[in-house]
Nanobody, 125 residues
Framework: VQLQASGGGLVQAGGSLRLSCAASGRTVSRYSMAWFRQAPGKEREFVAALWRSTGNTYYADSVKGRFTISRDNANNAMNLQMNSLKPEDTAVYYC???????????????????WGQGTLVTVSR
């Protein structure tokens, strides 16, 4: 599976961005998928995920109510709608997937097999 993340950019605090993650090589509609991010000088952290069997969504507390993860099965892709952006959301955002992911590892980055190259989101004050 190859993943291509896009949609990052520079936005003012309070603004919105929509990230996309296009998959190729396999159909990912039946896989769990997630977004992670890594800010400068910080560890990679979980942002949001879709569980494969139910489509249920899960979010980090820091983005709950502001970000929405969704599938785009028609385009074999996944999106992350980010609203009310804050300067602390500044990071490189990565999409990831894993065909055999177990539920307890949904928020564990090391459990994911395939990663996109990352897209930079910069939120100015």
């Amino acid at each position: 599976v190859q993943l291509q993340a896009s949609g990052g950019g520079l936005v003012q605090a309070g603004g919105s961005l929509r990230l996309s993650c296009a998959a190729s090589g396999r159909t990912v509609s039946r896989y769990s998928m997630a977004w992670f991010r890594q800010a400068p000088g910080k560890e990679r952290e979980f942002v949001a995920a879709l569980w494969r069997s139910t489509g249920n969504t899960y979010y980090a507390d820091s983005v709950k109510g502001r970000f929405t993860i969704s599938r785009d099965n028609a385009n074999n892709a996944m999106n992350l709608q980010m609203n009310s952006l804050k300067p602390e959301d500044t990071a490189v955002y990565y999409c990831a997937t894993a065909p055999g992911l177990i539920y307890s590892n949904l928020q564990v980055g090391s459990a994911y097999d395939y990663w996109g190259q990352g897209t930079l989101v910069t939120v100015s004050r």
